[in-house]
């Protein structure tokens, strides 16, 4: 298990759940606060908002859900990336990304796996921290492996939401069924957007099943 290390190099990190965090030239602590787990859904759309990446897949899909029930959208983005949604777009800086750095071995420590492009998928990691930072509850389409983690960079997204203990869901696309994040596991289930600021990220590879999974998630959280 990882010890109390997530840490950006500052002099007297502050902790957040257990861990250090620490950023470029000020400390980081999740946004939370904003959103706190009292602040539960009032079914109107209007009052919630996604943070996302905008890419084609899952990413997109959960923006093209978020337009047709009325939720506000944010998709971060930085120079030389490339999304297929421009509703929402908000362009990181190089200090912003900065904030969002870590360790490539403390990645690769959580992932249980190693990168080949390391600077390339830094960029993704730093782009990832922002939005699990502003979005309270977490959810993600792609594949639970037998780790526990999700494959490919959606990965990260789903190991910040357990470290900043977030409401954490993922749909795997092989078992085609949800699964909540409860007492170090995951439990199968079918959530609901419950709080006001929510992340939604992904696989790429998005079939129909996966698709389907993310429709219905906005239905049954903002049909009246």
């Known amino acids: ?59 997109a899909e959960f923006g093209v859900q978020s337009e047709k029930w009325g939720v506000q959208e944010v998709n971060f983005t930085y120079a030389g990336h490339k999304p297929s949604r421009d509703r929402g777009l908000v362009t990181l800086t190089p200090e912003e990304m900065q904030r969002g750095d870590i360790s490539m071995e403390i990645v690769c420590m959580r992932m249980n796996r190693s990168y080949s492009n390391a600077e390339a998928i830094r960029k993704v990691m730093q782009m990832i921290f922002h939005m699990v930072n502003n979005g309270f509850q977490v959810f993600a389409v792609g594949w639970i492996q037998s780790d526990d983690t999700v494959k490919g960079g959606t990965g990260w997204a789903v ?15 092989d078992r085609r069924a949800w ?46």
């Open 179 to 224: 699964f909540t994040w409860m007492d170090n596991g995951w439990v199968e289930s079918v959530p609901v957007i419950e709080h006001k600021t929510f992340v939604g990220t992904g696989t790429r590879h998005l079939g129909e099943d996966g698709r389907r999974a993310v429709a219905e998630l906005f239905e049954r959280s903002f049909k009246s």
């Open 159 to 173: 190991e910040l939401a357990k470290l900043f203990n977030r409401p954490l869901s993922v749909f795997d696309q």
């Open 1 to 59: 298990m990882l010890s109390a290390v997530f840490c950006f190099f500052w002099e007297r990190p502050p902790c957040v759940g257990g861990f250090a965090v620490c950023g470029g030239s000020r400390p980081v602590i999740p946004a939370a606060n904003h959103t706190m787990k009292g602040e539960l859904r009032m079914g109107k759309g209007s009052d919630f908002k996604l943070f996302s990446g905008g890419l084609n897949g899952a990413e």
